[in-house]
């Protein structure tokens, strides 16, 4: 059974800190990366940032540069989501995939399946 499942979203003032988790069936997991994605309302869904199954590599969207860290552990089979000096514009729901293809440099929503049911983030001014 697929299955990914993300918590550790809430309400933070801007400036704070937030650490998404992500965890994943062991299908999901296997995949060859995993990825986060958040959509805010009004806007697209966009790609935040993907770690690939061995965990050596990352890729990250010019805003997540920085200021975010995404990691994996084996073990657990869970992702994260480590969110720094977090902005307002930051506020969105953040949902956790695993990719679709055997790369970690596609970044569009379609590149990536198994979604979960999304976290909130919400950064105060």
């Known amino acids: 059974q697929v299955h990914v499942e993300e918590s550790g979203g809430g309400l933070v003032q801007a400036g704070g800190s937030l650490r998404l988790s992500c965890a994943a069936s062991?299908?999901?997991?296997?995949?060859?990366?995993m990825g986060w994605f958040r959509h805010a309302p009004g806007k697209e869904r966009e790609f935040v940032a993907a770690i690939k199954y061995s965990g050596d590599v990352t890729n990250y969207a010019d805003f997540a540069k920085g200021r975010f860290s995404i990691s994996r552990d084996t073990a657990t089979r869970t992702v994260y989501l480590q969110m720094n000096n977090l902005r307002p514009d930051d506020t969105a729901a953040y949902f956790c995939?695993?990719?679709?293809?055997?790369?970690?440099?596609?970044?569009?929503?379609?590149?990536?399946?198994?979604w979960g049911q999304g976290t909130q983030v919400t950064v105060s001014s």
């Open positions: 995939a695993a990719a679709l293809y055997d790369t970690i440099w596609r970044t569009t929503a379609g590149d990536y399946g198994y």
């Open positions: 062991a299908l999901a997991f296997s995949s060859y990366a």
